[in-house]
């Protein structure tokens, strides 16, 4: 189990109701799904570089995040923001990714789901 209030942000002070990942144990679930859900989330994998598990994985954390995780993450918060607006102002992942101090991986990470997301409200 992660223990809460021993995180600390990017200066390294310590932030209340932060997880400390360095001591999160990991626990298995089993999911079924139907074969078209896995066909789509293996493709869907494959162009993310991902395997299925893992790809699933990053899925369901960003749901229950939304749904039910911690809510105050200024530091994730600035990262999706800056991000989007960065991107929306002309720059690329690399230039993004250096002026937020953030992986450029995560960069892209964002402003493809941005763009799914839209996608999928559009049509």
Known sequence: MSKRNT???REGASRPG???FANVVNRSLTVSVNERVYDELTSMAKKA?????AYAQALFLAAYSAR????DDPD?????AGTLILHGAGL???A?????GIAERDAVRIVTTWRDSRAKVAA
């Open 7 to 9: 995180g600390t942000d």
């Open 92 to 94: 690329d992942s690399t």
């Open 68 to 71: 039910c995780g911690v809510k």
């Open 76 to 80: 994730l918060s600035d990262a999706v």
């Open 18 to 20: 932060r997880l400390d």
């Open 96 to 100: 993004i990714a250096k002026t937020l």
């Open 49 to 53: 570089g991902m395997s299925a598990t």
